[in-house]
C-alpha cells in the first residue's frame, strides 16, 4: 500500500516520442540500463506497474495510489536479477487497475494496442507488457498471474509466457493482489529467450523431463464451438514437434472447475480486501466501480465461506497432483475465446466467470503453465497451455526451446 504522506512522485510524467502512453506509463531508451553484460544482454523488458523501478513510484494503474506513492529507492528482486542478467528495462507499462481485470481496458488510462487482433483488447491485468512485447516495443514482458493475467493476455496477442510455480520467483518489491495465488510470470515473442529467462529467474532444481502430453478434450469443450476443432489440431502438432505422445482424456477436471473458481474467487476476494481494503475506504471515489466493487466483496466473508474456499483448493490440489504425475503436462485451452472488442461483454463478469472457471486450476494448485501459439480465427489468436507438476518449470520451457527456432516460431495449424 502506498504510503500516506506526499512524495516527489505526484503525476505521470508524458513518455517520449514513439512510445505509446497507452502502453508506457514511462519509458526510455533504455529507462535503466543493465549493469553488466549477460545471457539476457540485447533483451529489453517492459515491466508491469506493480514492480519497484528504482528512481520511480509504483502507479498500480490508478491515477490516485500513483499520486501517493513514494520514489522507489531499489528495484525489486525479478527487476534487479533481469538486470543483472543482463536485460535493459526499457520502461514501466500498464496494468488493468490495482491488477483486478483480464481485459486489458483500464478506466483511468485507456487500453493498450492488440496488434495480433487489432481493435480488440490485449487481455489483462498485465496488459501494458504484453503489448509492448506484441508490438515489438519489448523482447521480454515482466507480469504477475493471479487468476489468468498473464495467460490471458500471451492468449489474445499469440505470445509465449510462463506462470511459473507458485513462491518459487522472489516477489519483494511488488504490489500484490491475492499472495495466495500471485506469481511473478513473464512474456516473450520466441520460445528460447522464454527458456532463458526462466533460467534466470527460476532457481535450478531437479525435474523429470515431460514425457508426455495429457488432451483435456473436457476442457476444449469450454471455449466457443468454433474453437474446439482448431485448438485440438493445434494441440496434435505441438506434440508432434515437441515429439512427445499426446493422449485423450475425455474426463479430467472438468467436472471441479466450477467449485474450484468459485473457491478461488472466495479467498482472492479476501486476500484483496486485506491487503487494499483500507486504502479503498479513503479513495473510493477514486477507483473504477468494477474494481472498487470486487475489493469490496471480500470485506465481510462469512467465516465458514472460507473454511470452505480453503478446503475446497487443499481437494483441488489433490485431484491435480494425481491427474498430472511428474513427466506428465495436461493440454488445455488457454482462454474460451479469442479477443473480444472493447464494450460490456469484456468488462462484465460473464466472460470473466469463463474464462477463470477454464484456467483456474493451474492458480488453486499453484502449478506451472507454459502458454503458447494455439490456433488463429476470424478474431484473432487462441492460445495453448500446457499445465504441469510443480517445480517442473524449466523441464516445459526447455522442451519448447529444444524443439523451436528464433526468431518467430509460428503456432501450428
Not at 475489493?295 to 480453503?310: K, N, S, T
Amino acid at each position: 500500500m502506498p504510503a500516506q504522506q506526499p512524495s516527489s512522485a505526484v503525476a505521470d510524467t508524458p513518455v517520449p516520442a514513439g512510445f505509446d502512453p497507452s502502453v508506457w506509463r514511462v519509458a526510455g531508451d533504455p529507462l535503466v540500463a543493465a549493469p553488466r553484460r549477460g545471457v539476457l544482454s540485447g533483451s529489453r523488458v517492459a515491466v508491469k506497474d506493480l514492480f519497484a523501478v528504482a528512481g520511480h513510484a509504483i502507479g498500480a494503474g490508478n491515477p490516485a495510489w500513483l499520486r501517493e506513492a513514494p520514489v522507489e529507492s531499489a528495484h525489486a528482486a525479478a527487476v534487479h536479477i533481469l538486470l543483472r542478467a543482463g536485460a535493459d528495462v526499457t520502461g514501466i507499462a500498464r496494468t488493468d487497475e490495482l491488477a483486478y481485470g483480464l481485459s486489458g481496458v483500464n478506466a483511468h488510462y485507456g487500453m493498450p494496442p492488440n496488434p495480433a487482433a487489432p481493435g480488440r483488447v490485449p487481455g489483462g491485468s498485465s496488459s501494458g507488457p504484453a503489448s509492448a512485447v506484441a508490438l515489438g516495443q519489448a523482447d521480454i514482458g515482466l507480469g504477475t498471474d493471479t487468476a489468468g493475467s498473464v495467460r490471458v493476455p500471451t492468449s489474445y496477442c499469440g505470445l509465449y509466457s510462463l506462470r511459473p510455480t507458485h513462491g518459487l520467483v522472489p516477489d519483494t518489491g511488488r504490489i500484490g493482489l491475492a499472495p495466495s495465488f500471485d506469481t511473478v510470470s513473464w512474456i516473450t515473442r520466441t520460445p528460447r529467450l522464454l527458456h532463458r529467462v526462466t533460467e534466470v529467474l527460476l532457481p535450478r532444481r531437479p525435474a523429470q523431463p515431460v514425457e508426455r502430453l495429457l488432451l483435456a478434450t473436457d476442457l476444449f469443450d469450454l471455449v466457443d464451438p468454433e474453437l474446439r476443432l482448431p485448438l485440438q489440431d493445434a494441440a496434435h502438432a505441438w506434440a508432434e514437434r515437441l515429439a512427445l505422445p499426446l493422449q485423450p482424456r475425455s474426463s479430467t477436471c472438468g467436472a471441479h472447475l466450477e467449485e474450484w473458481a468459485e473457491a478461488l474467487g472466495v479467498l482472492q476476494a479476501a486476500e484483496m480486501w486485506q491487503l487494499h481494503g483500507s486504502w479503498l475506504r479513503r479513495h473510493h471515489e477514486a477507483v473504477s466501480p468494477l474494481v472498487a466493487d470486487a475489493i469490496a466483496a471480500g470485506e465481510d466473508m462469512p467465516a465458514e465461506y472460507l473454511a470452505w474456499a480453503r478446503d475446497t483448493v487443499s481437494r483441488a490440489r489433490s485431484v491435480l497432483a494425481d491427474l498430472i504425475p511428474p513427466g506428465t503436462a495436461l493440454v488445455q485451452p488457454a482462454a474460451p475465446t479469442a479477443a473480444p472488442p472493447p464494450g460490456p461483454a469484456v468488462t462484465g463478469m460473464a466472460l470473466r466467470s469463463a474464462t477463470v472457471r477454464l484456467i483456474c486450476a493451474a492458480s488453486v494448485a499453484g502449478l506451472p503453465v507454459l502458454t503458447l501459439p494455439g490456433a488463429r480465427g476470424p478474431a484473432g489468436p487462441v492460445g495453448l497451455g500446457l499445465v504441469a507438476t510443480a517445480g517442473s518449470d524449466q523441464a516445459l520451457t526447455a522442451a519448447l526451446a529444444r524443439r523451436t527456432t528464433d526468431p518467430a516460431s509460428p503456432a501450428p495449424h
